[in-house]
């Protein structure tokens, strides 16, 4: 790295951290709420794209890997007092009916589950490749879900559990995502993540040039899983309540369209795409609500009518920009500078030629 | 160094290889020519662990490595340049070379071996931070010899590194795969292209559906009437 951009990366970080002063002091908890939940997108996404862009398995099981972190944090950071009033159909086991973990431990423990989780799943289904892979994690990722709900003692089951400590601030969570970006662009740029790639382009090569398959897909797998485990803790501990319900199988869709939209294999697409997807579905809520101009109602504009818009937008995408908005590409600084002196270049190339 | 005695593997009910043995001595170029079908890749890919097979033994400097999984092999110091090239394309030609390396730790002398790569293939260091996949067929071929060699092998496999090319291109390949040789790799060739592996080989195995027909020293195979008519283009003389 040059040292002007170690410089311009820094003021970067800065400028983050006075942002999030500014939006703690004066922004309200509706865009508070929105921003937290694009940084807990983002950790599912770069986790997802991570074992799907980068190692170029095909899986759709970040929804159950999610729901174990959430539970987790929800269990063991509920206080004690608070627990016979959540547990009223059946009381908490025995065994963790006392045990109250503090929120850290608990998001690590979660994340810890989570990845245990995906070794047990993925030591039998990573043999299998492409659509099957997706088929059979999408499988175990609703097994997860159903258990989860019938665990009526240790989960509360379809009950779900409330009054969570929001211990998960703004600070939290930000945090949280800046280490995992920065941890997952050290792993990619590591020789671990040149064997994922390798991975992804060509099994055979890979395995002829004495890449172990099968230890690095369940590691990418399982490292995917740790911070989803995470994020969904800190999602868990941000909207204070759990429910099964909320980790049903289309949540992974949410997840594979913000890595399909940003570029399978770019960190800072997923990140950008993460905002883009999560922030837009909400600032279009607008057009959910009935609309009048003039005293003349407009019929389009009733519920649903925001999902058909965000589909648009995706089908544009897709038809316009088919590798995602990033392709497998990183933003650098030498990417912006190029596009801030692409006019001179221009000029510049009219006369060579 | 590389032997291999009475191997036989199959595909389910089809018998690839039917027993097999051949040696490959140290430092030198040992080719492997036959026709589609006839067991070349097989047998290669049966040396690297990536198919099992069904009985024999495959020895290296007289260690059993039959059925070891391929990472162990590769750092045993066999390596093997996949038919097709396979270089990894959405990776630059500089990740491609260093996935080579990828089962060594001496930083210090895998720069060294990025330098002699670059040297033998100057197109490579031009185009170090090109994509792979954008590369021109032959120069991929480079890519995917060189990126054998990142691994420091002391026997390189090389499965038809001539499909595909255009014959000038081809003739600067096998002019490499002697260069390369001299500096101590023995190589096992596999070709189609029997006329330019036999030439430069020291000794030669000709495959039949699965069985070795024939064996001999390079030049000797070069002139035997068999060899010629069957792969060389060459018409028998009539003995009447």
Known sequence: MKKQDKILTVILLAALFIFLIIANLFLDAYIKRVLNLCAIYTILALSMNLINGFTGLFSLGHAGFMAIGAYCVGIFTLPISVRPANFYIEPMHPAIANVELPFFVALLLGGVLAAFFAFLIGAPVLRLRDDYLAIATLGFSEIIRIVLTNMQSITNGPLGIKNIPTTANMWWIYGVTLVTVIFLVLLISSSYGRAFKAIREDEIAAQAMGINLFRHKILSFMIGAFFAGIAGGLYASMLSTVDPKNFIFTLTYNFLLIIVLGGMGSVSGTIISAYIVTAGLEIMRFFDEPLSIFGVSIPLFRPGLRMVIFSICLMIIVLFFRNGLMGNKELNWDMLRGLFSKRSKRIKGGEAR | ?240
């Open chain 2, 1 to 240: 160094m590389l032997k291999i005695e009475n191997l036989t593997v199959s595909y389910g009910g089809i018998e690839a290889l039917k027993g097999i043995d051949l040696e490959v001595p140290e430092g030198s170029i040992v080719t492997l020519i036959g026709a589609n079908g006839a067991g070349k890749s097989t047998t290669l890919r049966t040396i690297m662990g990536l198919v099992k097979c069904k009985s024999g033994k495959i020895t290296y400097k007289g260690e059993d490595i039959t059925g070891a999984p391929s990472p162990s092999i590769v750092a045993k110091g066999i390596t093997l340049v996949p038919e097709g090239r396979r270089v990894f394309p959405d990776l630059t030609v500089l990740e491609n070379l260093k996935i080579g390396a990828y089962l060594r730790n001496d930083h210090a002398q895998i720069k060294k071996d990025l330098e002699w790569v670059y040297e033998l293939f100057p197109r490579l260091k031009e185009r170090s931070w090109q994509l792979a996949g954008t590369l021109s067929g032959g120069e991929q071929q480079m890519l995917a010899v060189g990126r054998a060699l990142m691994s420091r092998p002391k026997i390189m496999m090389m499965d038809e590194p001539s499909l595909g090319l255009a014959p000038l291109i081809v003739k600067s390949i096998f002019s490499i795969i002697q260069e390369i040789n001299k500096n101590g790799v023995t190589i096992l060739l596999i070709e189609q292209n029997a006329n330019m592996a036999l030439r430069i080989a020291d000794w030669g195995y000709v495959l039949e559906t699965g069985k070795i027909v024939l064996a001999g020293k390079g030049q000797d195979l070069l002139q035997n009437e068999d060899v010629k008519s069957a792969y060389l283009g060459k018409k028998k003389e009539k003995k009447d």
